[in-house]
């Protein structure tokens, strides 16, 4: 479990948290499966001069989706 999840709790609030994530656990795979189809690819055309800021935004877009499904993943520290 991310240690995102539990910054800033007391000992028992940590506990309450985690029995509450892992109590919907089937929730958080239900959005992993939805994010992970959510990845995009991008095949550069050099022909155009903004290949490179497009390039740039899909690789901060699927940035932003790894983060998601690793905070998300319970498995995982």
Do not use: C
């Amino acid at each position: 479990m991310h240690t995102a999840w539990l910054k800033g709790l007391s000992k028992d609030q940590k506990e309450k948290r985690k029995q509450f994530l892992l109590a919907n656990q089937e929730v958080l795979d239900l959005l992993a499966e939805v994010l992970e189809g959510d990845f995009q690819e991008y095949e550069p055309d050099y022909q155009n001069p903004s290949w490179a800021y497009e390039q740039a935004d899909v690789n901060g877009h699927n940035r932003a989706i790894r983060r998601v499904l690793n905070l998300i993943s319970l498995t995982k520290d």
